[in-house]
């Protein structure tokens, strides 16, 4: 799907605003709200708006720690990949999984409430992973830049 100035104008607001009505969000890119509501329709349904949701606080919940896991398994054959990924979806504090290139096989982003909950998830979940060879586990320090939005060009879609 190509974008317009009017769709980037409309992903950019949405990005910053993702509450905002269809009137204010018509009134601020120009458009009359019908013709918003199709443009907002059309970038749902072609996948370029994948949801919408309400942002948590790890830390305000209780969940202070971030670690960064890096993982091996015994093998990249589909079925060692596909058991892997059902059971870390499983995982409540997974944050994020990623199938990567180089030296291990996954890295996630796990939330947890100190170093004695991690030891839990480590135990619990982690380990018990079916096909894991190798478990690396580094501990964010501080949070930098945790984006949930991008900067959009009309050469992007």
Known sequence: MLLDRIDIAILDTLQKQ????????AEKVGLSQSACSRRLDNLEQSGVISGYHARLSNAALGHKMTAIVHISLSGQFEKSLSEFEAAI??????????????????????????????????????????????????????EVIDRTG????????
């Not at 504090?93 to 030296?103: A, D, I, P």
């Not at 991008?150 to 879609?157: F, K, L």
Request: glycine share 4%.
């Open 89 to 142: 979806r499983r995982c409540p504090n997974v944050l994020s999984c990623h199938l990567m290139s180089g030296e291990y096989d996954y890295i996630l982003r796990i939330a947890a409430r100190d170093l004695e909950d991690y030891e839990r998830i480590h135990k619990e979940w982690l380990s018990a992973m079916p096909h894991v060879t190798k478990i690396n586990s580094s501990f964010a320090l501080r």
């Open 18 to 25: 993702g509450r905002i009505s269809n009137a204010a969000l």
């Open 150 to 157: 991008m900067g959009i060009r009309a050469d992007m879609a």
